[in-house]
């Protein structure tokens, strides 16, 4: 997957599995956009039965870790060029182990 080096300036690749973990941080809107997928996931069930929407868990600068799998089920569908921004100022960090 190519991305720009801003170090260097220099076009890298990177390999990241669909298993790997990636932080970002949620704006506004991905936070609603993270509620509104639990809400469509439990949609169906009944309302005594419906699990309590708990927010994900951030660090102390608020980054969140996900696997890229479950990030890209919960946004993806709904990122695009014209669309929200769900993470601060765009960004996705890999983490690379």
Do not use: S
């Not at 990177?14 to 941080?25: A, Y």
């Amino acid at each position: 997957m190519p991305r720009l080096d801003i170090q260097g300036g220099e076009l890298v690749k990177t390999r990241i599995g669909i298993n790997d973990f990636v932080w970002v941080r949620l704006t506004p809107q991905g936070e609603a956009a993270h509620r509104l997928h639990f809400d469509r996931q439990n949609y169906d069930t009944l309302p005594d039965d419906r699990p309590i929407y708990h927010p994900p868990i951030t660090d102390k600068e608020g980054w969140i870790c996900f696997d890229l799998w479950t990030l890209m089920r919960i946004f993806g569908a709904d990122i695009g060029q014209d669309e929200p921004n769900f993470f601060v100022d765009g960004v996705i960090l890999i983490d690379l182990k």
